[in-house]
């Protein structure tokens, strides 16, 4: 996988585990509650798939638009307890995990180096911004938690940018560079279908792309060490299910992360049912809270 940019120091772990009322982030939820409180997107805004016994050898996997959709939703209910993952380009706030501020789709942080990645493409392409001119501090406090030179200033002139297509575009574009498609390739390489792939991202948006026991590359080698994945010959849902273990592992080892229903009552739950191409409907649960995804 690539490494995290060069020109930055990217803290090996994220952090990302919120939960921000929807009234605080104004959201327009396309989901309307069900009977039971869950939240459930309308089928025509995903692709129908019939279940199959067996994937496809052309499955295109995670990138594929639909499926794409889908993973950005299951993250965003875990990330922001809410499907609407859109919604989320002007979230910011400190959420007292050591990493400065955490905003946007993916949870980027101005104490790990990613949020200063996605300030200065945004400055690259539409030079004249309301994020420019804290450029500066960004770099001065990438690696800490400190708010020096941003503060409420900062905080209203990202949600002020997230209404910019140009800013969107630029995390959009970071998320895909540092997280969807290295998690995906490497999925890819291992021989998983879309579920793996899914937990691949899941995992690295949460833990990072490093290699150490509690970031992505560590949590996949402490799988590697208990089952083979299905590109060395091994069983694709027992390795699964290891690599679920070492992430479970890894975030109990970090106060934030203890709360591992987004990997107990989701994840496990597809892979229970064999849906090992995350085809909807998908119904689950993170922080005891029901979501649905039609078919």
């Avoid at 798939?49 to 959709?69: I, V």
């Avoid at 990202?158 to 800013?167: K, L």
């Amino acid at each position: 996988m690539p490494p995290p940019p060069t020109e930055a120091t990217v803290h090996p772990h994220k952090s990302t585990l919120r939960l921000v009322p929807a009234a605080l982030l104004g959201l327009a939820l396309a989901a309307v509650p069900t009977a039971a409180g869950a939240q459930t997107v309308p089928a025509a805004a995903h692709a129908a798939g019939a279940a199959a016994s067996a994937r496809p050898a052309a499955a295109t996997g995670l990138d594929d638009p639909a499926k794409k959709e889908i993973a950005m939703e299951l993250v965003s209910s875990a990330e922001n307890s809410s499907l609407d993952w859109k919604a989320q380009y002007k979230y910011i706030e400190d959420i007292g995990d050591g990493r400065g501020y955490t905003a946007g789709i993916i949870g980027f942080c101005s104490g790990t180096g990613d949020m200063l990645q996605v300030v200065r493409l945004y400055t690259d392409r539409e030079p004249d911004n309301p994020l420019a001119r804290f450029l500066p501090a960004l770099e001065a406090v990438n690696g800490t938690d400190s708010h020096d030179g941003l503060g409420t200033a900062f905080t209203s002139a990202w949600q002020q940018a997230a209404s910019d297509p140009v800013f969107q575009s630029a995390q959009d574009d970071e998320r895909d560079r540092v997280y969807f498609d290295p998690a995906v390739a490497q999925a890819k390489k291992d021989g998983l279908g879309t579920l793996g792939q899914f937990i691949y991202y899941d995992a690295i948006v949460m833990h990072g792309p490093g290699d150490d026991a509690t970031s992505f590359g560590g949590i996949r080698a402490r799988a590697l060490s208990h089952a083979e994945p299905p590109s060395g010959g091994g069983d694709e849902t027992a390795y699964l299910n290891a690599f679920l273990d070492a992430r479970v592992w890894a975030m109990k080892q970090e106060a934030a992360h203890e709360d591992t229903s987004r990997v107990d009552t989701e994840q496990r739950v597809f892979l229970q049912q064999g849906n090992l191409d995350l085809d909807p409907p998908l119904d689950w649960k993170v922080y005891g809270d029901s979501y649905h995804i039609g078919g």
